[in-house]
DNA sequence: CGGAAAATTGACTTACATCAAACTCAGTGG
DNA sequence: CCACTGAGTTTGATGTAAGTCAATTTTCCG
């Protein structure tokens, strides 16, 4: 653990000044010219516990974040898809492990370098933290899922963020594709596979969702899958729930 | 939202650099010279939705962060207790309402203040980013509670993040504090009030615990209590499940 | 003290888990 | 091309942990 930290501060100092064009900092102008690694399904990225040396980037696939308790039991923290960040908010060591779940190439960065064009750059700063930050409301979404919600609302939820995630967040069917197995969308949902079954068979039944093969469902009512998801994280916000209190006001 | 970080972008260009004594970093010298706000119980520090301008720091008391679904039910994300930061990892807005369980004392420090500071000190970058991802390693830690942990074990691990917040972390009984009413602690744990009173009793009867007042635990058997708490988070983790592969390596 | 809010305990219900049995379907080899 | 296979999924029957409803009991504070 503090290796990594010593190995970071000596390829720092080597590392040469990196010069962005300073329109188009986007993640994917930070990866652009990063070295690509493949995985198969089922293989693990890194594990929970390795240092976190590397920052990744997925270009194409999907993976799990997942952490198992001693007695064998496995909680699914998140799902990572192709476009996203990996590995980002974490201090010394990765704090899951990451395995795959379609197969996957990904874009890796060390951190001693990510760090290095950190330094000038106050905009990648402030694009990297808006992703921890993302990363923190989608954390704190997933303790209200998991302590709050039944099992419909946790899958609608579940089914709704997919939906999202695809950008298209129109009133039309949205087609999701589900690349991770029934057992990894239960371990995420702190539910049982029958359980999750039983619940996707009853939105079929009642004709929220239609399926598309064993991977891909199509959303028909998104709004009616919505009021089952427990109304959380509509677009808009319900109103203040009593004593709309005006936002306090801190003297400069 | 957007007003916000115009103010702030304002504000930067006005305030004056900042030097410390290179030293001595901490929360304390941070917060040292703030102006210092004081909350009653039950009042609210901020709500859900407010624009995020200012950070804290409690000095003394006790606050909940939590969010209120659409129909009632609430969520409880965290405790905040004396000596710990409260709003630092969001973005535009407080994605919850910051209330005080225990009559509070708080130290204030602008967004704008904070970032101004930030600019020459990597040393504070870094404490703050500290910050940050142990805030994340707690919400994943909380997720994998909601998700896979019994009520039992919910509780258990409840009581004992609690003894390991007040420092000493023995094998010795260790007295905890628990400021905040038995319904926070349910919407904490995704339980009800009735389950963590019988919990609570049971353990009690089991020679685990002994009340001091409403708002006191003596812990008897920390490593009894572990037991109960499906053993996560032990201070020595347990072996690499299966396949014990070496962590990656990546090239340089 | 007295009264109200908080906590505890008990009886009963229910949502989800568990256990067990089919069913589906993507490969594989005959 | 089609039967065989096994992993993944779905459905059904039953069990149980935790929720709900309803009294008490305790504790705190005026």
Tied chains: 1, 2.
Excluded at 132 to 160: C, D
């Amino acid at each position: 653990m503090y290796a990594s930290h010593l190995i970071l501060s000596a390829d720092r100092a080597a590392l040469p000044r990196f010069d962005f064009p300073s329109e188009t900092l986007t993640l994917e102008s930070l990866f652009a010219n990063q070295p690509t690694d493949k995985f198969a399904t089922g293989e693990a990225v890194f594990w929970e516990g390795d240092a976190a040396s590397q920052v990744f980037q997925v270009a194409e696939g999907c993976l799990r974040l997942c952490s198992i308790l001693p007695d064998g039991r496995r909680a699914i923290i998140g799902f990572v898809f192709a476009g996203e960040m990996l590995g980002l908010s974490c201090h010394g060591t990765y704090r899951y492990t990451a395995e795959v779940v379609a197969p996957a190439r990904l874009r890796r960065l060390s951190r001693a370098r990510l760090r290095a064009m950190e330094e000038g750059t106050e905009q990648l700063q402030s694009l990297l933290m808006a992703r921890v930050f993302e990363e923190m409301t989608a954390a704190q979404q997933h303790i209200i899922v998991l302590g709050q919600l039944g099992a419909e609302e946790r899958v609608a939820h579940f089914l709704i963020s997919a939906a999202r995630r695809t950008g298209a967040d129109q009133k039309k069917p949205v087609t999701i594709e589900l690349p991770m197995p029934r057992l990894d969308i239960a371990d995420y949902l702190g539910l049982t596979i029958e359980t999750v079954c039983r619940v996707l068979s009853k939105f079929k039944r009642d004709g929220l969702v239609a399926p598309r093969g064993r991977h891909a469902l199509v959303l028909r009512q998104l709004s009616n899958l919505q009021d089952r998801a427990g109304e959380i994280d509509n677009d808009a916000p319900s109103e203040r729930p009593v004593a709309v209190r005006s936002p306090a006001v801190w003297p400069a």
